[in-house]
C-alpha cells in the first residue's frame, strides 16, 4: 500500500499542450478604437456663446443654483476666448506670443555673462584682502598673494587642532 501510494506521488500530471496556452482573444488593447473615442454620460444641451455659431455645451441634469451661476459666466467672459483680436478688447501687446523679440533687443551670449559675474566678483574680493597687505601688486600687471605664516592659527582658522603659539 505503501509503495502504491509512493509510486502515485512520482508521476507528474499530464503537460498541457502548446496548443491549450495560446489565447485565442484578439481584443487584448482596451482602448477604443480610433472612430469611438470617450461619450458623455448624459445628455447635453447646448448654450449659445454669442450666436448660434458659438456654443457650448453642459449636461442637462445640471439644474438649480449651479446652471444659473454658470451660465452668465460663459456669456459674460466669451469676449476673452471668441472672435478675433480685435473683438476682444485686449491690447496686441497682451496677446502676441512670447518668443516674438523686437528687433532692437540684442541677444547676449551665456559665456559673457559669466564672464562679467566672475570678472565682479574677483574685483571684490580683491578689495578685501588688498587694505589687508596680503595681495601685492607686481610690476607686470598681476597679483602675488603673500601669507603669512608666522602664526599658523591665523592662516588655518578651521583647524581643528590648533597649534600653540
Not at 2 to 29: F, G, H, M, W
Not at 34 to 40: L, S
Not at 140 to 147: L, M, R
Request: glycine residues 8%; contains cysteine; charged residues 25%.
Amino acid at each position: 500500500m505503501a509503495r502504491q501510494c509512493y509510486v502515485d506521488n512520482l508521476r507528474t500530471p499530464p503537460q498541457p499542450s502548446k496548443e491549450d496556452n495560446i489565447s485565442t482573444n484578439i481584443e487584448l488593447d482596451p482602448r477604443p478604437l480610433i472612430g469611438q473615442g470617450t461619450k458623455p454620460i448624459e445628455k447635453l444641451k447646448y448654450i449659445p456663446l454669442i450666436d448660434e455659431e458659438h456654443c457650448t455645451q453642459i449636461g442637462e441634469r445640471m439644474q438649480g443654483p449651479h446652471r444659473e451661476r454658470i451660465t452668465p459666466t460663459y456669456s459674460h467672459d466669451n469676449h476673452l476666448t471668441l472672435g478675433d483680436r480685435s473683438e476682444r478688447h485686449l491690447p496686441p501687446s497682451c496677446t502676441m506670443h512670447g518668443g516674438q523679440i523686437g528687433s532692437t533687443w540684442k541677444e547676449k551670449d551665456g559665456r559673457q555673462q559669466a564672464k562679467g559675474h566672475r570678472t565682479r566678483n574677483g574685483q571684490a574680493k580683491s578689495r578685501q584682502i588688498y587694505p589687508r597687505g596680503q595681495l601685492h601688486d607686481l610690476h607686470n600687471e598681476k597679483w602675488q598673494i603673500c601669507v603669512d605664516y608666522s602664526n599658523l592659527n591665523k592662516a588655518c582658522p578651521k583647524d581643528y587642532f590648533p597649534y600653540r603659539a
